[in-house]
């Protein structure tokens, strides 16, 4: 199984896995239980294999939402992962840019500090790899 928080480096990988509609999350190989508790308070579901010996851990958006849901789902989670401390990348597939600033809207007369910056975007990985939006 290929983990492309591993491959990047990045604490969260979210993008549509290929041949299917489903929206994935990332993350990487021993990542703190602090990012797997946030994700799944964020409303995604946690996947893991083999079953009772982690080797690798990855999440999903609930698959009884709709597209849109989906979609609305995963874009609100990027600014509390930000607002955390987590390097995040969302495949151009999935970020929409009026959910994101929905999300960080929502955020900031709860958090006392400023809404999250878009930090710049990665490097492009040394090989042929699917384009990427860092929000």
Known sequence: MANLADEYGTDVE?????????????????????????????????????????????HTVPDHLGADEQKRLANRAIPALLLAGYTVNCDPEVFDEALYQQAVH??????????????????PPSHSAPARRTP
């Open 14 to 58: 979210i993008y549509i896995k290929a041949l299917t509609t489903t929206i994935h999350a990332d993350t990487p190989t021993g990542a703190p239980a602090g990012l797997h508790d946030l994700l799944e308070q964020l409303g995604l579901e946690r996947h893991e294999y083999p079953t009772g010996e982690p080797l690798y851990v990855w």
């Open 106 to 123: 929502r955020l900031q007369p709860r958090a006392a500090r400023p809404a999250p910056q878009q930090p710049a975007p990665a490097s």
